[in-house]
């Protein structure tokens, strides 16, 4: 199994969907898997979650458990399956349970402000 881990950030993260803040968090967590990219996990608290719809969507990760998927509403498009969420992560991944996580590219941008 790949190890993961995850730690505090410092600073201030936000996350953008078609040009609007929809999240700032001093409070976010980096997951880091493998070799993969690291992954910046929001407290739900911390995310507009007003913009965010549920989705039918799930994926099971052997390490981490069943993702929940959740489509941003922006003002002019639906960014569908754009963040997701570990409900009930296992035990060793509970660090991110009610932290929401975002498929970053063109519409969707994650940074440290």
């Known amino acids: 199994m790949t190890d993961i881990t995850i730690e505090d950030t410092s600073?201030?993260?936000?996350?953008?969907?078609?040009?609007?803040?929809?999240?700032?968090?001093?409070?976010?967590?980096?997951?880091?898997?493998?070799?993969?990219?690291?992954?910046?996990?929001?407290?739900?608290?911390?995310?507009?979650?007003?913009?965010?719809?549920?989705?039918?969507?799930s994926t099971v990760c052997p390490a981490k458990g069943t993702a929940s998927?959740?489509?941003?509403?922006t003002k002019s498009r639906t960014i569908e399956n754009a963040a997701w969420c570990y409900e009930a992560p296992n035990p060793e991944m509970n660090r991110i349970k009610g932290h929401l996580a975002f498929h970053t590219g063109d519409l969707v941008t994650v940074e440290r402000v």
């Open 69 to 73: 998927y959740f489509s941003i509403v």
């Open 11 to 57: 600073g201030t993260w936000t996350v953008r969907a078609g040009g609007a803040i929809i999240g700032e968090s001093r409070n976010a967590l980096e997951l880091k898997e493998g070799d993969r990219a690291p992954v910046i996990y929001f407290p739900r608290a911390d995310i507009a979650t007003a913009f965010l719809d549920p989705s039918a969507h």
